[in-house]
């Protein structure tokens, strides 16, 4: 076992610690590529553990958040459980947002809206309610980033979510699925009302003022398509019809709302078994 810091908040301690976390995280990603940040949780997990002698419980917190150590425990191995578990409560409910969360501007990712998506459009169709969904992308995003750098960018996308969050209800679902790509849930929602609520936000982002490139303004296109409760149509069907929507927005000038054709979620009429002309024999015998 390599030598322990003498006193992890003792900035040689400190250092010392730090390299031979990242030496760890460089071996393992080298042997293993699939252990980045990015990667889902799934599967099977591990847990190491690291003896740090003068560390308290107390002082882990300020260790992991100078060192970017919020996925890793501490824990202690004498002394009062009590505030460990406690804290491994808080952790275990950070893990959880970070897991279904997009880091740079806090809404659900697409995992969320995934489990989100099956959730409602099952609901939708057990009660026979409308259930609309939207795709908005924001117009030009490329080039934002390619003139003014991705902190532009990320400014851009940040304020994005600010102005979802506060133009939608608290029932519904705003998420980051994509680079400059969001989409919406609107439970119990038909075309018309969510149309309404979509143009309100395209009002909204062509309000906003970016701290970056002398005030650029913002815009995006949004694709909708909505169901009526009725068939059995996945949450795909429904996503692939607000990518259409969202397609034709984009050719047909951006900075608007397309909605898709309401999919014909009726239970398909069964074909029948007799002709026309079979038919009148029957009822009329001629």
């Known amino acids: 076992m390599p030598t322990p810091p003498p006193d992890a908040l003792d900035p040689a301690g400190r250092e010392l610690l730090s390299r031979e976390l990242e030496t760890l995280r460089q071996a393992l990603l080298a042997r293993h590529p699939g ?10 997990l591990l847990a190491l553990l690291r003896l740090v002698p003068g560390l308290s419980l107390d002082q882990w917190p300020q260790v992991s958040e100078t060192l970017g150590l919020k996925d890793w425990l501490a824990v202690p191995l004498n002394g009062d459980d009590a505030p460990f578990l406690e ?4 952790t275990l409910e950070d893990l959880a947002f970070q897991t279904e969360h997009d880091p740079l501007t806090g809404l659900p990712n697409r995992r969320a809206f995934d489990r989100t998506m099956d959730r409602e459009v099952e609901r939708s169709r057990r009660a026979g309610v409308s259930l609309s969904v939207a795709v908005l992308d924001l117009d030009n995003f490329k ?9 532009c960018g990320d400014e851009a996308l940040v304020e994005t979510a600010r102005i979802l969050l506060t ?3 608290r029932y519904d679902l705003a998420a980051r699925i994509g680079g400059e790509e969001f989409a919406l849930v609107f439970p119990e929602t038909g075309m018309t009302r969510a149309g309404r609520i979509l143009e309100r936000i395209l009002e909204s982002l062509r309000l906003v003022r970016l701290g970056c490139g002398n ?11 909505c169901t009526k409760g009725r068939g059995e149509r996945s949450p795909a069907d429904l996503l ?3 990518d259409k929507a969202l397609y034709q927005a984009k050719g047909d000038g951006k900075d608007r ?13 069964r074909a029948t078994l007799v002709e026309a002309n079979e038919k009148r024999f029957l009822f009329t015998g001629v």
């Open 167 to 169: 133009g939608i209800r």
């Open 35 to 44: 252990l980045a940040p990015e990667l889902e949780r799934d599967g099977d």
């Open 257 to 269: 709302v397309v909605t898709a054709p309401l999919l014909n979620l009726a239970a398909p009429v």
């Open 240 to 242: 692939e019809a607000a």
């Open 215 to 225: 005030g650029i303004r913002l815009t995006a296109s949004v694709g909708l398509a």
């Open 143 to 151: 080039r934002l980033n390619d003139t003014h750098g991705h902190p």
């Open 87 to 90: 804290q491994l409560g808080r």
